[in-house]
């Protein structure tokens, strides 16, 4: 992959440190360094923005690897969607379980032991959505989509616009502080699972009578 070392050299060249690339291309650090060494590739926008930057064409910069950019990003981005899908079904599928647990114990009044194997079930759901969570965002991760309009658009296969307010905010909040926001998303939504479930074994004792 020779985009990632002509990135390097014409970064070198400017006498420029990945810090100082990334702040101009708005991404993090890590990005350019994934780009150099050749584990990503640069989007439209970051290659236009690359561009203007070096004072380089577009087609200097990635040279042979257009097919292999090409198959690549599409290939993320198909199992980025594939993966919103599992975890949207297992979630689905979740919610499901933890209706047919409130309806076992509150409803039927099971002994606890009964109910142990469905609530079981309703973990793997969830664990399973986890799981495909995870992967979506080390995807995100490796391309820099920080906010839903960037998501979108490479979902789409537009051009991602990382200049936003929003997206200079989002890449400003500390590592430590995006991991416990994700921690209490996590506690939420598993809450609201338990709410929806409980509410729906509720209306289903309702309706069956």
């Not at 989509?145 to 990382?162: F, S």
């Not at 939420?188 to 289903?204: E, I, K, S």
Request: charged share 20%; with cysteine.
């Amino acid at each position: 992959m020779e985009v990632g070392g002509r990135i390097r050299e014409l970064r070198a060249a400017h006498g420029m440190s990945q810090d100082d690339l990334a702040a101009r291309v708005y991404v993090s650090r890590q990005t350019i360094s994934s780009w150099e060494n050749g584990k990503t590739y640069p989007d439209v926008q970051s290659l236009l923005l690359l561009s203007e930057i070096f004072g380089a064409s577009v087609d200097s910069l990635i040279k042979g690897d257009v097919e292999t950019m090409n198959e690549t990003i599409d290939r993320d981005i198909e199992t980025m969607k594939r993966l919103s899908y599992v975890m949207l079904g297992f979630l689905l599928l979740m919610i499901a379980a933890l209706i047919w647990v409130g309806l076992q114990a509150f409803a039927w009044d099971w002994p606890l032991e009964q109910t142990v194997p469905t609530f079981v079930l309703a973990l793997v759901f969830w664990g399973v959505a986890m799981f495909a969570a995870c992967w979506v965002d080390r995807i995100k991760k490796s391309h820099d989509l920080v906010t839903y309009g960037e998501i979108l658009a490479y979902w789409r296969g537009e051009a991602v616009d990382r200049d936003t307010e929003r997206g200079r905010r989002e890449r400003m909040i500390p590592s430590w502080m995006k991991v416990i926001r994700t921690v209490g998303m996590t506690l939420l939504a598993m809450a609201v699972g338990a709410f929806v479930g409980y509410g729906g074994a509720a209306l289903a004792d309702m309706l069956l009578g």
